[in-house]
């Protein structure tokens, strides 16, 4: 077997940038989906009376169906790639936002969320699969364009929640359906492009070999970095999934904002997180994945202890460095974990994003009962404590930088 250079430039180490933006964008738009059902939840406790319990059910329904099946999804898609399934798991989104635009009771909404947590399971492995693919030698850079389309679909939760549902009701969710349309759309050009590669790759006998920045690991060792990884995002996944989906209600109750007030500070959040997102996996690039993900992990420690005591002009400005910092290691994490195991790209990257999901969903349904329990103060100053729990980072395997190009096989 001879090993050797390609001269394509889909399987060189040029990135493929009209594909990284494309699937960036679908990305932002699929989030974007999601978004909308956080982006419910002061609208149908006020308008249905639900409880906090029973929004913390709807928010486990999306992110624990997306979470179980992103890492069956990617590993099925490592043993065989199946381009279509992209703009397929965007239709079953689209089916669920319909549902969750007219339907009239509890249960419906739930079965409703769980078709878009079906089209998220699918889409996102498959989604980084095509980042990966189309990166070359840039990988924190197209991991974290992808990574921050979605984390600017999220950020725009707050926004949906203020402008479009407050003062449209459930009814506005409609408006989505013409989001989901535009992803399919797109993802019909992104899924022939993505064919194509593996065409190319079956005509010329050639399998694409992923150098990895993790060298000399032994399995055990490849084990225990990536318990530490799925700590890192449990303690991550839940922290932000209180200040999304539940700590609007603390600035209320504390500060006596407004639902489209408190909306905004959660969008700063957001916003400030996806700048985060973006600029990690560059300076990932640069300075080592380890590196990034440790500076993410300890700054935001001693901000978060203090986020419940303040007043509101400091919870703006911590609200912004948390962000920022929290989210930093975001797309370094994904790309750690496929360079941990750089045989099973979709099966890390399902792993690894479906955990955040999973973490958060468990976390929804945790923080809605204590917040029914004992209140939503004490509630956050516990989960003021999670961050602590990222230090365990700090014995990570150090990677490498990687100075060669990727190579392929005949």
Known sequence: MTTKKTTS???????????IFAIGGVHLLNDSLQSVIPAMFPVLEKDLGLTFTQLGLIAFALNMVASILQPVVGYFSDMKPRPYSLPFGMTLSLLGIAGLAFAPEYWMILVSV???????AIFHPEGSRVSFMAAGSKRGLSQSIYQVGGNSGQALAPLISAFILVPLGQRGIALFILVAALG???????????KGQLEQERLLNRKKVFLSSMANLTKKQIGIALTLLLLIIFARSIYVTNITSFYVFHLIEAYGLTIQKGQLLIFLFLAV???GTFFGGPL???MGRKNVIVLSLIVPIPLSLILPYVPLPIVILLLILIGFFIMLSFSVTVVYAQELVPSKIGTMAGLT???AFGMGAIGAVAIGILMDHIG?????IIISFLPIIGLVGLALPRDQKITASPLTTD
């Open 273 to 275: 997180g996806a700048a």
């Open 184 to 194: 399919i759309f797109i993802l019909m050009k992104i899924s022939a492009w993505y």
């Open 284 to 286: 990932a690039d640069k």
């Open 114 to 120: 769980i078709f878009v947590g079906l089209g998220s």
């Open 9 to 19: 430039s889909s399987l060189s180490s040029n990135p493929v940038y009209p594909i």
């Open 353 to 355: 994003v479906g955990l």
């Open 376 to 380: 939503i103060y004490h509630t956050m």
